[in-house]
């Protein structure tokens, strides 16, 4: 019985598990010919998007569409009740948009969240962005098209 009291008590002082924090934005071109996902594309890497819809830039086949991967970081499993909303825009235009309304994180205190952006190949550029409660992150990636 006191055994069990000492590890309440423990608990209690330790305090709640340190918050969620938004992680790495990832960008990865879905490969039409092997339907493969590229490497990551996202900045700081040096990619050229000219013209993926027919294998152009750094593409290494024909590519339209965009997936991104949005990576959420705790310390070990939990369940968190805390909105996240990724959203791509091109200008004004929302061209995709998802709302995940509470996450799990796995053992290690990941979750990876995904957003996929039809038809992205010829948009021009593409403004990534995340709000995890109070917390924001942008990314931003050039596809643009041309003769």
């Given at each position: 019985?006191?055994?069990?009291?000492?590890?309440i008590?423990?608990?209690?002082?330790q305090?709640?598990a340190?918050?969620?924090?938004?992680?790495?934005?990832?960008?990865?071109?879905?490969?039409?010919?092997?339907?493969?996902?590229?490497?990551?594309?996202?900045?700081?890497?040096?990619?050229v998007?000219?013209?993926?819809?027919i294998?152009?830039?750094s593409?290494?086949?024909?590519?339209?569409?965009?997936?991104?991967?949005?990576e959420?970081?705790?310390q070990?499993?939990?369940?968190?009740?805390?909105?996240?909303?990724?959203?791509a825009?091109?200008?004004r235009r929302?061209?995709?948009?998802?709302?995940?309304?509470?996450?799990?994180?796995?053992?290690?205190?990941?979750v990876?969240?995904?957003?996929?952006i039809?038809?992205a190949?010829?948009?021009?550029l593409?403004?990534v962005?995340?709000?995890?409660?109070?917390?924001r992150k942008s990314?931003?990636?050039?596809?643009?098209?041309?003769?």
């Amino acid at each position: 019985m006191l055994t069990a009291l000492a590890a309440i008590a423990a608990a209690a002082t330790q305090g709640p598990a340190p918050a969620a924090t938004l992680g790495d934005i990832r960008m990865h071109l879905f490969y039409q010919e092997t339907g493969r996902l590229s490497p990551d594309i996202s900045p700081p890497t040096e990619f050229v998007g000219w013209n993926t819809i027919i294998a152009g830039g750094s593409a290494e086949e024909s590519a339209d569409d965009l997936v991104v991967v949005v990576e959420v970081r705790a310390q070990g499993e939990q369940f968190i009740q805390r909105p996240l909303t990724v959203t791509a825009r091109a200008g004004r235009r929302v061209l995709a948009q998802r709302r995940f309304n509470s996450l799990r994180t796995s053992d290690q205190g990941r979750v990876y969240l995904p957003l996929w952006i039809k038809d992205a190949g010829c948009v021009g550029l593409i403004r990534v962005e995340v709000t995890f409660g109070r917390e924001r992150k942008s990314e931003s990636l050039n596809l643009p098209c041309g003769e």
